[in-house]
């Protein structure tokens, strides 16, 4: 029960492969736990709640400017699910029975407080793990489709805000979270690599496939302008964040001769 309870920052779900591998699963999680614990936080008169989805409710092969006017077309279990689970949170604060905030992340990256967590599919996790384990960053594509990134340390920042905001800064409780500009895969993978050789001493190469898309794939950019003119300030520092991710690896894994 959530009782006494003032606010409620939500981020219980399956990850992206975990809904594909079972999206019935993914629909109990995600949704319908979703629906029981803003059930219980309605009970509490002025709660907090913030939900966090997933840029992925917009679909895929994003172009031009995506803001929260913007159409969401889900694909997959993942996507369907957290905008099921938003239209819940949704519900609850139009009829005032909670301050619901739901916050459309970006590409988040970055240090998890533990080794074993379910985070290291995401790209940039993933390529500095695999700096330190192979001593090179292996893609599984062409890299040169477009993402949004955002720092873990943004994140968390956008969290602490979004528990102080101030109710009539709520609104529609809807907002963006993602990083200053897109970049392509293979540009993080390069950054990557130029970090390694600062931090780690070395400069893994990069290796990808060696097929070529028929044109490159469009950019993109992720507004997250409705929630900075709410007061909050993002350092979108990549550099600084995959060298702290780096310095976790180094500690976690070993590299594998």
């Avoid at 029960?1 to 995600?30: F, S």
Wanted: hydrophobic share 40%; aromatic share 8%; glycine share 4%.
């Amino acid at each position: 029960m959530l009782r006494e309870i003032t606010h409620v920052v939500h981020l219980a779900a399956l990850n992206d492969y975990e809904c594909r591998a079972e999206p019935e699963k993914a629909q109990l999680v995600n949704v319908e736990y979703t629906r029981r614990i803003v059930e219980q936080a309605c009970q509490n008169s002025g709660l907090r709640f913030i939900y966090f989805s997933t840029i992925q409710v917009y679909g895929n092969n994003l172009t031009a400017v995506i803001d929260e006017q913007s159409p969401t077309m889900p694909q997959d279990a993942y996507s369907k699910t957290h905008l099921d689970a938003e239209k819940i949170v949704e519900q609850a604060h139009n009829a005032r029975q909670l301050e619901g905030v739901r916050l459309r992340s970006a590409n988040g990256f970055g240090a998890p407080m533990a080794h074993d967590a379910k985070i290291w599919q995401i790209i940039a996790n993933d390529l500095c793990r695999q700096a330190v384990e192979t001593k090179k960053l292996t893609l599984k594509s062409h890299g040169l489709q477009f993402r949004n990134f955002v720092p873990f340390t943004d994140v968390c920042a956008t969290v602490d805000h979004s528990l102080q905001m101030p109710t009539q800064q709520i609104a529609d409780g809807l907002f963006n979270l993602g990083g200053r500009k897109s970049l392509q895969i293979i540009q993080m993978a390069e950054i990557i690599a130029a970090r390694c050789a600062v931090v780690l001493g070395f400069r893994p190469n990069i290796e990808k496939p060696d097929e070529t898309p028929d044109s490159v794939p469009p950019s993109f950019e992720y507004s997250s302008d409705k929630l900075l003119s709410t007061g909050l300030v993002l350092n979108s520092d990549i550099e600084k964040e995959i060298d702290s991710l780096l310095q976790s690896c180094k500690t976690w894994f070993k590299f594998k001769n």
